[in-house]
């Protein structure tokens, strides 16, 4: 052994460190692509998200765009209402022709609740609704020495149910003959009538005349004259707009195929069946078709569950207004206005604003629409869309009332893109805004009983700025939390400002009759602190 070697405790030394230092290599090397791996398979999810979504976008556009040219005989066909050779259109006059498709489909809340994590989120909110009613008995408990469960705010809310019936009665037995017979008697003159424009102009102004009175004048008169509650007044003016919305659509689909379409001699031309009108005054849709996609059978045990969700929805919003909104907005504890009190205010009304959002939304386009889509066996149950995963509010608009959204669609947006050529498209959105801005203005302020135009300034402005803002063009998430603060803080303010002005209309009622008394609100100048 010469010097130069090394000595064999140091070899092995040297060695096992190289073998350590091989074996941690290969360690970090296998980490790494599993990392990697990871990485990938993310990818690739996010990928088959993204492609699945495309896909199926494009399959929803192709089976829409099938059954819509289904609906319309090929050009060598003849019409059936006409024996006429259909005269073949240009694209552009095709395109604005076609209408809404009904076809079978599901609620869209319905499949969710089919899903065990889904159906969790519904057992919490019920769960929510116990905790109000144990917080209720036990606060009267404590206050009155008994278990007490009253609910004398739903009872003042609804009362004068009997004149609420018979205003019902007679706007519903004016908008089933009147419009009805009335289109019947100038479709069998129009084509044998010397002076056609003159006919039209004619019936025209004379239903509108009568619809003005019975649909425009008597609701409103009913809820001022009778001083009817706050429920009872929505009933009212809520089936108003409805019956307006349905006797517009149901004369706009039936006119132009009367113009279209004339008579052999000797024959009266075809009109759809009164049955077929009187179904549609109940089915839950507000696009007249004379025929729809129907269930074969009732489901009387989803009507009877539905049923009592709806119940179970008109107490949930009884508890939130009392143990959340009137302990703070009643006079005894109202405090001097400041800057800090509106902030905190509004803030507070967050929560009980954006729970009312959701139980109207649950209450009336899932619960009440099923509800009577089932019993009605009315197949089409697209009353709304996954509004909950926008991320812009055009897509909000556009999915969170798919019933009110195709009226405005079809008959206002799209029908003031034919009248203008297809010219003037932010006009025509902007004109659809506004409508929806008064009209759901006037609900409130006939419902509430005075003017306060917060809902038409969201609307309106806030509103319309969003959605030529935040558009489609947002994807990302980031985009979905900020329309969900918007409207969290949009709600809170909403339910602050009616709950503040309700109570101010009482303790400093108007004191005289002059324009300015009724329209400027009470809550700026009245003052009842004790």
């Not at 006409?82 to 609620?107: C, N, Y």
């Not at 195929?257 to 549609?280: D, H, M, Q, V």
């Not at 729970?355 to 889509?373: D, E, R, Y």
Request: aromatic share 18%; net charge positive; hydrophobic share 45%.
């Amino acid at each position: 052994m010469t010097s130069s070697e090394p000595p064999n405790g140091l070899w092995h030394r040297k060695t096992k460190t190289r073998q350590q230092d091989a074996d941690s290599d290969q360690a970090k090397s296998h980490e790494n692509v599993q990392e990697d791996l990871i990485e990938w398979e993310k990818y690739m999810t996010k990928l088959k998200v993204k492609v699945l979504e495309k896909v199926q976008n494009q399959l929803r556009d192709i089976l829409d765009k099938a059954l819509t040219e289904s609906m319309e005989p090929p050009p060598h066909i003849k019409s059936p209402l006409s024996g006429k050779t259909t005269k073949k259109e240009s694209p552009r006059s095709q395109r604005m022709d076609d209408g809404k498709v009904f076809m079978e489909r599901a609620s869209l809340l319905d499949e969710l609740f089919e899903i065990s994590h889904i159906r969790t989120i519904y057992h919490m909110f019920i769960a929510v609704l116990l905790i109000f009613c144990l917080s209720t008995l036990a606060v009267d408990y404590i206050d009155q020495g008994r278990l007490v469960l009253e609910f004398d705010l739903l009872f003042y809310a609804f009362g004068k149910l009997g004149t609420v019936t018979w205003a019902w009665l007679a706007m519903f037995t004016y908008t089933l003959f009147v419009p009805y017979y009335v289109l019947e008697f100038w479709g069998s003159l129009y084509h044998k009538f010397p002076s056609k424009l003159g006919l039209t102009l004619g019936a025209g102004l004379i239903l509108t005349a009568i619809q003005t009175c019975v649909l425009g004048l008597f609701p409103i008169y009913t809820v001022v004259h009778h001083q009817l509650p706050p429920a009872s007044r929505f009933i009212v003016i809520l089936e108003q707009i409805r019956f307006l919305m349905k006797t517009y659509s149901f004369i706009r689909e039936t006119a132009p195929i009367i113009l279209k379409n004339t008579p052999k001699e000797g024959e009266n031309p075809r009109f759809p069946t009164f049955s077929s009108y009187l179904y549609f005054l109940f089915c839950p849709t507000l696009i007249y078709r004379e025929f729809y996609p129907r269930n074969k059978q009732i489901r009387w045990k989803y009507v009877a569950v539905t049923l009592g969700k709806i119940f179970g929805c008109l107490f949930y919003g009884y508890f939130i207004l009392v143990r959340l909104c009137i302990p703070v907005f009643r006079p005894e504890t109202n405090q001097p206005f400041s800057k800090r009190t509106m902030v905190l205010a509004v803030f507070h009304s967050i929560l009980p604003g954006i729970m009312l959002l959701l139980l109207c939304f649950f209450a009336f386009l899932h619960c009440w629409l099923n509800l009577f889509g089932e019993l009605l066996r009315f197949a089409d149950r697209m009353f709304y869309k996954d509004w909950w995963n926008s991320t812009s509010f055009a897509n909000y608009y556009r999915t969170w009332n798919v019933v009110v959204h195709d009226w405005l669609y079809y008959y206002g947006y799209r029908d003031f893109l034919w009248l203008s050529n297809r010219r003037f498209r932010a006009a025509a959105m902007l004109s659809v805004f506004i409508v929806s801005a008064v009209v759901h203005e006037y609900a409130l302020a006939m419902g509430f009983g005075f003017f306060y135009p917060v809902m038409f300034c969201l609307f309106a402005v806030f509103g319309v700025a969003f959605n030529f803002t935040m558009t489609d063009k947002r994807q990302s998430p980031v985009f979905n939390v900020i329309m969900w603060a918007c409207l969290f803080l949009g709600q809170g303010v909403q339910v602050c400002l009616y709950c503040q002005e309700w109570y101010a209309q009482i303790h400093c009622p108007p004191a005289g009759d002059s324009f300015w008394e009724l329209v400027m609100p009470r809550s700026w100048s009245c003052s009842y602190q004790t």
